[in-house]
């Protein structure tokens, strides 16, 4: 068993742009196949470049806020509820071009 206090962890910037901070609840090889577990804010303006992941899915749930995801070239609005997931290979980018915060809580699942 493991108990994180969210609240009391350190915000850290994410891989693919130091400005927009984290906070990961359950690191890599802690859960076998998890990558990674945590939340982000993007705030207005905030966004992360075209990528994709070999070998690994995203799954991005919407706590607050809107967001762009594009994904293969095609935009997603996304809004608070709103669940995305990302396939191994598919390039995809978000970002914030609204004037609010946009937070979400994220994983990655390892598919090698």
Known sequence: MKLIHTNQLPEIGTTHNEAIKKKVFIKKEEIPKLMMFGSATFTPGQEVD???HDTMCEVFYILSGKAEFI???KKHNVVTGDCITIEQGE????????LEDVTW???GIATD
């Open 71 to 73: 994904v293969n070239s």
């Open 91 to 98: 390039f995809h980018s978000m970002r914030n071009p609204f």
């Open 105 to 107: 809580v994220y994983f």
């Open 50 to 52: 075209t990528h994709k």
